[in-house]
């Protein structure tokens, strides 16, 4: 089996497994299709990568090149952008617990959008900036009330959602009024984010409908960055609108809401994470001792929750293939487990495989988003590397990590 031209076994010989593997290509058509049709002649769009979903150096070249914004969440995130010689003005800032700190490291180097989540938030950024003389401009994170999840763990709108405040509420209020005060503030428009792995674009109609509603309250014509959230296919289960179709009826709704409104917009921002990379990214694991107690048969693997923990987090589905044996009779029901000391330590359960030998390889589809950047040295596994393959060739991104450096910070 190949992805872009690059042969998995070639792979598990030069980099050993796990190893996480994007395809470099789709990377970029995904950005493409996104900003290529997320255009309208009645406003100015934005396309941000949400980084969190994965975040490396490699990756914010690529967005760079491609001509993204980033939407960073932590001073991490960031440094990591700035560390490629990406351009800090076209980040937009997040978080509903900035520090201090944080916002005195994001204001010296030139943020370009702090995305104020919450009143306290607004009075510190008045008073550091004051404290630097230093300019901002900001959206405010709005919760519109719109919740659209297929997993409550992952909502992040609904009314008691730790993000954001509700337009009517007395907190948003004095924020208006502490920004009207400031002279340092620059407040620039809204920002929703209603959940993610969404499939109905419905959710995104109710929520540009709020935004817009909202704007007519102001003079200035204003920008809305109404988050990511957009599906992709993990299994046959879900089935994602093409990217193209999604930021063509975004521009479509957007457009409509703002006759029917009467009012402009300077903006429409979206934030893609999951959507650009999930599909992209692959891990391959080689299999070591399988086993079968009464009613069921494990399949035991090389990586687990340390590489991927959305499985035990979120109850999340994959599918995967025996790298060479795609085509081959499928007729074991298994659950592929991983080696970490813990019973959730399962990355697909009852799931029908062909029969596997140690040391053949396993491939699960549909990893790169929320795999490598939510990934742990639980048992002090140690972090795989990534490779990024085009055109049959292969690129070292991240390498594996050693087992010099799981202590290199302990006294
Ligand atoms: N913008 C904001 C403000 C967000 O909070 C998020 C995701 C995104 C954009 C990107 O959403 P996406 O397009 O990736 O769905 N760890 C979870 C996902 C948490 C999403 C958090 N926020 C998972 O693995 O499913």
Redesign the pocket.
């Known amino acids: 089996m190949k992805i872009s031209g690059v042969d998995l076994k070639d792979l598990k010989e030069q980099y050993g497994t796990p190893l996480y593997i994007y395809d470099a290509k789709m990377l970029k058509d995904n950005m493409r299709l996104y900003k290529n049709n997320l255009v309208s002649k009645e406003f100015e769009t934005e396309v941000l990568f ?1 980084s ?2 994965f975040n490396v150096k490699e990756m914010v070249r690529i967005v760079d090149k491609e001509g993204l914004s980033l ?1 960073c ?1 932590s001073v991490g995130e960031f440094f990591t952008a700035l560390s490629v010689g990406y351009d800090p003005k076209k980040v937009y800032f ?1 978080g509903n617990n900035k520090t201090p700190e944080d916002i005195r490291f994001i204001l010296e180097h030139n943020v370009g959008v702090i995305v104020v989540d919450n009143l306290m938030e607004i009075v510190a950024l008045d008073m550091i900036t004051k404290e630097m003389k230093k300019p901002v401009d900001i959206l405010i994170r709005l919760n519109v009330g719109v919740s659209a999840h297929t997993h409550k763990f ?1 909502v ?1 709108a609904h009314v008691d959602s730790k ?1 954001g405040v509700a337009y009517d509420s007395e907190d948003f209020k004095t924020m208006l009024e502490v920004i009207e005060k400031s002279e340092y503030i620059n407040f620039r428009g809204f ?1 929703s ?1 209603i959940g ?2 969404i499939f109905d674009l419905a959710a995104f109609d109710a929520a540009i409908d709020k935004l817009v509603s909202y704007c007519k309250d102001f003079k200035e014509e204003l920008i809305l960055n109404i ?4 599906g992709v296919h993990y299994t046959d289960e879900d089935k994602p609108i093409p990217f193209d179709v999604v930021s063509k009826n975004l521009i479509e709704t957007c457009e409509k809401a703002l006759k029917k409104n009467n009012v402009k917009i300077k903006k429409l921002c979206i ?5 650009i990379v999930a599909e992209a990214g692959y891990t391959l694991y080689t299999i070591g001792f399988t086993k079968k107690t009464p009613n069921k048969e494990y399949y035991f693997i090389d990586g687990g929750m340390t590489d991927n923990i ?1 499985p035990a987090l ?1 109850q ?1 589905k994959y599918s995967c293939d025996i790298v060479g044996k795609e085509n081959a009779k499928k007729d074991h029901l298994v659950t592929i487990a991983g080696k970490c000391c813990e019973s959730g330590d399962l990355i697909i359960e009852d799931y029908y495989l062909p029969e596997a030998k140690p040391g053949d390889l396993l491939i699960t589809y549909t990893t790169g ?2 795999g490598y950047s ?1 990934s742990s040295n639980y048992n002090k596994a140690l972090t795989p590397a990534v490779v990024f393959v085009e055109d049959g060739k292969s690129k070292l991104v991240v390498r594996r990590m050693r087992l010099d450096e799981l202590i290199e910070r302990e006294e």
């Not at 988050?227 to 957009?230: H, K, N």
Request: charged letters at 20%; glycine letters at 14%; zero cysteines.
């Open positions: 949400a969190k979903a939407d969440v997040h992952i992040t993000f920002h984010h993610s792995q988050g990511g959230g957009f934030e893609p994470g999951r959507s959305r979120y999340a988003a929320y939510m």
